[in-house]
């Protein structure tokens, strides 16, 4: 039985659950052993996947569908897309801000097709350049973003993600660690009343865009009121942790949100800024884990 679950974030539909636990397993365990431990043994950490939902049917594996700027249309995915960029350009001296770009700026997109898509091309090219995305392609970063809005609007997507949490987390499970996308999946999973028997000593979410208005707080079950979320009653502390040049943790302090027994922690990832392993090796994230541990009354797996 895991004591502890990782959940994943977007972009590992072409990797499986034993690849994730290949190379996440190593790095949340070195984490732990420079905090000082406990140190889980590899069988007490589990891998909640669910990136084979967003992986398309009938295509020929290892390709990403040929996405373009034509292909973001709906109005969440130019939000959040205009997100980034405002994001990249505050954190990023070498990413011009939209008002610089020969566009109407947030706003224009609205106006027009003809508009919106000069906007979005402008973003791509923004992005792309961006030390965040290290030179990604459209098509790379286009199928990330349509992953975070799909959840929200693919309600059989949703349950199924939140599902494969669900059946990892046993009464023994005493941290929840949770990157990116995941970490939404988890605060949704967590806050579900009828596991009871769940006893979380710790939640950890990594580069989180819980925090982010319109597109993921205020669409989140359940329902955030006046910018204030609901505390998971199953989990007894939670720490978020975040890069401060992190594009997707647009907002990093979770805990004017979701109330004070939230730490938000800051952590410093290099030239990586949002990779889950650079997030899971820190000593910041170590230090959270064996809290969750310890508080636990877990006795030490391997000596330090």
Known sequence: MAKV????????????EDSMA???????????????????????????????????????????????????????????????WVE????????????????????????????RFKLVRAALDALTGARFFGGVLDRTLIGDLKQLTSYFNDEALRAEARGRLAARITPETRVVVAHSLGSVIAYETLCEE??????????VTLGSPLGMGTLVLDR???K???????????????????????VVAVVRELRPIFGSTLADVAVYNGAHMHDATRYLTA??????????????????????
């Not at 190593?26 to 905090?35: F, I, Q, S, T, V």
């Not at 990023?92 to 020969?102: F, H, L």
């Open 5 to 16: 679950v990782f959940v994943h974030g977007v972009g590992k539909q072409y990797l499986s």
């Open 22 to 84: 290949r190379d996440v397993v190593p790095e949340l365990l070195g984490g732990a052993r420079l905090a000082g431990g406990p140190v889980p043994a590899t069988g007490d950490v589990s891998i909640a996947f669910y990136g084979d939902l967003f992986r398309p049917r009938g295509t020929r594996a290892g390709h990403e569908p040929d996405y373009d700027a034509t292909d973001i249309q709906s109005d969440d995915e130019v939000r959040l897309l205009m997100e980034w």
């Open 88 to 115: 990249a350009a505050r954190t990023d001296p070498g990413v011009p801000a939209p008002n610089e770009s020969g566009t109407r700026g947030p706003v224009g997109w609205a106006l027009s097709q003809t508009v």
């Open 194 to 203: 009828a596991h009871s028997d769940w006893h979380i000593q710790m939640l």
């Open 220 to 222: 989140l079950r359940p």
């Open 224 to 246: 955030a009121e006046n910018r204030k979320g609901v505390w998971p009653t199953v989990v007894q502390r939670w720490t978020n942790i975040a890069d401060a040049t992190d």
């Open 283 to 304: 000593i910041e994230t170590g230090r959270a884990v064996v809290a969750g541990l310890r508080q636990g009354g877990e006795a030490t797996a391997c000596d330090i």
